[in-house]
């Protein structure tokens, strides 16, 4: 069983920068994808970042730029590093970790981080 727990948020101010991890208990040798995801009050839920198990990423393209992801497999961690920040980014965000167990696939969730961006 694989538990993550995110960590990092705050309230910073617009042109301000934070680092958002998510720390995974468990294995992960068998990831899939490692995702950041963000829903803003009375909007769906949007994948931001993904970085693949081979070691490519994606970003949703108001991020692009802005916004890293990251691993330290050493740590069982994915980061991410937001810069620049707007009110815009203002969100709950959330990792997912998809992991594969031959042709099925299990994803897990953590519990979330605030972030408000406000002057």
């Known amino acids: 069983q694989v538990q993550l727990v995110e960590s990092g948020g705050d309230l910073v101010q617009p042109g301000g920068s934070l680092r958002l991890s998510c720390a995974a208990s468990?294995?992960?040798?068998?990831?899939?994808?490692m995702g950041w995801y963000r829903q803003a009050p009375g909007k769906q839920r949007e994948l931001v970042a993904a970085?693949?198990?081979?070691?490519?990423?994606n970003y949703v393209d108001s991020v692009k730029g802005r916004f890293t992801i990251s691993r330290d497999s050493a740590k069982n961690t994915v980061y991410l590093q937001m810069n620049s920040l707007k009110p815009e980014d203002t969100a709950v965000y959330y990792c997912?970790?998809?992991?594969?167990?031959?042709?099925?696939?299990?994803?897990?969730w953590g519990q979330g981080t605030q972030v408000t961006v406000s002057s």
């Open positions: 997912k970790h998809v992991l594969h167990f031959g042709a099925n696939f299990r994803e897990y």
């Open positions: 468990g294995s992960i040798d068998n990831i899939f994808v």
């Open positions: 970085l693949m198990g081979g070691g490519s990423t």
